[in-house]
């Protein structure tokens, strides 16, 4: 049975930490309220429906104070970002209306399903990859 990861290597799987211009960019949660940053919305209603996922991209980390900041999605460090499959396990590429969704099986079972992408690696369909092997390209289509 494979290691539990945190929630956080998942992220940095998908996202691996980079440093742009001397700025340490790790992976977080994406808000939906500017008023409240500090929403952690996994199942945050969007247009009164539940959003059923976590939305991830790149933010500012200061490992000198710890602080994490926060970037757009409009941010260029947020542009082109190539995605990692989270897990190793087995990927599916699955079309979902007009959409395609990456899901990983892993060794028990478990689906991860990963939306949001465009450029899918459809080549990799029905492979076995390891975590971090790039699936896609993040973008802003699907739900
Ligand atoms: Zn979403």
Redesign the pocket.
Known sequence: MATPLTFQQLLNNMLPPKTVNGILYVPRITYTQASDPHVQDFDAS?DGRM?G???ALYAPYDPATGKLGYATSKDPVNQNVLIGAPVDGTLSIITEGKFKIAVITDSNKIQYVV??MSNLADGLDGQFIQAGTVIGTMSNV??
């Open positions: 969007r959003h996922g976590a939305d939306r949001h699907g739900t």
